[in-house]
């Protein structure tokens, strides 16, 4: 058997899928709302179903010739485990300095690490990107975001 890119993007995407799934059971209910038709487990439920169908999908109907083969050559493997490395920086600072310095710096970091080093270009790339982010979790959807550990400590509050 030829093992090809769409063979190993269809098992991955039916892993990520499984364990979304298995996972979607442990989704807190309200009294009560597990006998209702839709809870909040409903779509976690229906998404981990549907990706399942359609990894399995790509598996039988991933083509399966020798020119189709899987090559590992040209991918560069150090940029991937440096912005691997990034992310779980990332999730440490955000306890430290808060969301929107984290992503900022987050953000600024792997634009770097793939290449673009124009300053102006790394902060509009940037900054906008966190705060509308920080804007739509913080004012619209009303999710409280911790202001830092660092921060609280130099400003109070």
């Not at 769409?6 to 098992?11: F, N, Q, Y």
């Not at 290449?115 to 982010?133: D, N, T």
Request: aromatic share 14%; hydrophobic share 55%; charged share 15%.
């Amino acid at each position: 058997m030829i093992i090809t890119k769409d063979h190993i993007g269809g098992l991955v995407f039916l892993c990520l899928s499984v364990v979304y799934g298995y996972y979607a059971g442990d989704i807190a209910l309200l009294p009560g709302d597990e006998f209702e038709p839709f809870h909040a487990q409903t779509l976690p439920y229906a998404l981990a179903t549907l990706g399942g169908i359609l990894s399995i999908g790509l598996l039988f109907t991933a083509d399966k010739g020798v020119e189709h083969k899987l090559s590992l050559k040209g991918y560069d493997f150090p940029l991937v485990a440096k912005l691997l490395l990034l992310v779980v920086l990332f999730a440490l600072a955000l306890d430290w300095v808060g969301f929107m310095l984290a992503t900022v710096f987050f953000l600024i970091s792997g634009y770097w690490l793939l290449g673009e080093r124009r300053p102006k270009m790394l902060l509009l790339a940037s900054v906008p990107f966190a705060a509308g982010i920080w804007f739509v979790l913080t004012q619209l959807l009303d999710i409280y975001l911790a202001p830092g550990k660092l921060l609280t400590q130099l400003f109070g509050g």
